[in-house]
């Protein structure tokens, strides 16, 4: 069965640092690209940035760039959002989820995680 | 930077109705374009892509049709289990771009 499995609810202060992660199964890790979604409680989807497992190529949305670090390690299909210093405004759920690839270009996402619910609270 | 939108906002249907969303993007995306449904305490879910394909084993009802910058999602025959909450979503590899609408809700008359 191919799927994202997802490391589970973090409750952190603000200022502290935190790294989640996403483990891929069932399928071939190297040959999709990985995004991150983050939903805030209550809102829709926002996209917040991808990596290509097989050569670590990221690419950050405008909006999140210089926020987060995506990052990823192949050998034990497993991708990674962190955050160095944690704020308020971060609380909220963070999916991950694979891209397809249609004709070479990147295009919606098939497979979602079961999503990490991240609580930062002083 | 592209910006979706979708329409209506929420719309009340009783199940048995043909329902169609609505997305527009704020400049032509050719057909680069995805839907998903969002059920409450659920990951999204794929339902459409490039504009009118659909996922793997999503039922026949749903469809998707347009190009450039109007696109609509159809649910011919609304069931039980359709109510949710979809999104639109562009995608354009460079510059790196995967935008969501903000959501149709499709709620129960």
């Known amino acids: 069965e191919v799927q994202l499995v997802q490391s589970g609810a973090e409750v952190k202060k603000p200022g502290e640092f935190l790294k989640i992660s996403c483990q891929g199964s069932?399928?071939?890790?190297?040959?999709?690209?990985i995004a991150w979604v983050r939903q805030m409680p209550g809102k829709g989807l926002e996209w917040m940035g991808i990596?290509?497992?097989?050569?670590?190529?990221?690419r950050y949305s405008p909006s999140f760039a210089g926020q987060v670090t995506i990052s990823a390690d192949k050998f034990i299909n497993t991708a990674y959002l962190q955050w160095s210093r944690l704020k308020a405004s971060d609380t909220a759920k963070y999916y991950c989820?694979?891209?397809?690839?249609?004709?070479?270009?990147?295009?919606?996402?098939?497979?979602w995680g079961q999503g990490t619910t991240v609580t930062v609270a002083s | 930077e592209i910006v979706m939108t979708q329409s209506p906002a929420t719309l009340s249907v009783s199940p048995g109705e043909r329902v169609a969303l609505s997305c527009r993007a704020s400049q032509p995306v050719d057909t680069n374009l995805a839907w998903y449904q969002q059920k409450p305490g659920q990951a999204p879910r794929l339902l459409i892509s490039?504009?009118?394909t659909r996922a793997t084993g999503v039922p026949a009802r749903f469809s998707g049709s347009g190009s450039g910058t109007d696109f609509t999602l159809t649910i011919s025959s609304l069931q039980s289990e359709d109510f949710a909450v979809y999104y639109c979503q562009h995608y354009r590899d460079w510059p790196p771009s995967w935008t969501f609408g903000h959501g149709t809700k499709v709620e129960i008359k």
């Open positions: 989820a694979r891209h397809e690839t249609i004709s070479g270009v990147i295009s919606g996402m098939d497979v």
């Open positions: 490039t504009a009118s």
């Open positions: 069932g399928y071939s890790f190297t040959t999709h690209w």
């Open positions: 990596i290509y497992p097989a050569d670590y190529e990221t």
